[in-house]
Nanobody
């Protein structure tokens, strides 16, 4: 099982980025995928998640609803995180992770079994 996160970079306040999580070694449609982030000196926090394809559920951290959107492209085995109206407090290393659960998704990092390597996102003020 592998997850490869990419798409991070430097963006100005108010700008946008799209992160990609390319997966391999498992059937993406059977797994929930989560995006998490960790800023320096802070704990890892849940950003967004998407359930297995059959359940069609998404969830977001309360502070991010309306700015971030998570989507899945099953043919490309990729999950995307579109980030708009970005703020300096969005600066962090972003990780994607997978867990084989059905009918739901959760923003609790401890429940995820497989992790990507992280991609740095920096929002300048």
């Amino acid at each position: 099982v592998q997850l490869q996160a990419s798409g991070g970079g430097l963006v100005q306040t108010g700008g946008s980025l799209r992160l990609s999580c390319v997966t391999s070694g498992f059937t993406l449609d059977d797994y929930a995928i989560g995006w998490f982030r960790q800023a320096p000196g802070r704990e890892r926090e849940g950003v967004s998640c998407i359930s297995s394809r059959y359940a069609g559920i998404t969830d977001y951290a309360d502070s991010l609803t309306g700015r971030f959107t998570i989507t899945r492209d099953s043919a490309k085995k990729t999950v995307y995180l579109q980030m708009n109206s970005m703020k300096p407090e969005d600066t962090a290393v972003y990780y994607c992770a997978a867990v084989n659960i059905q009918h739901t998704c959760v923003l609790a990092s401890a429940l995820y079994d497989f992790w990507g390597q992280g991609t740095q996102v920096t929002v300048s003020s």
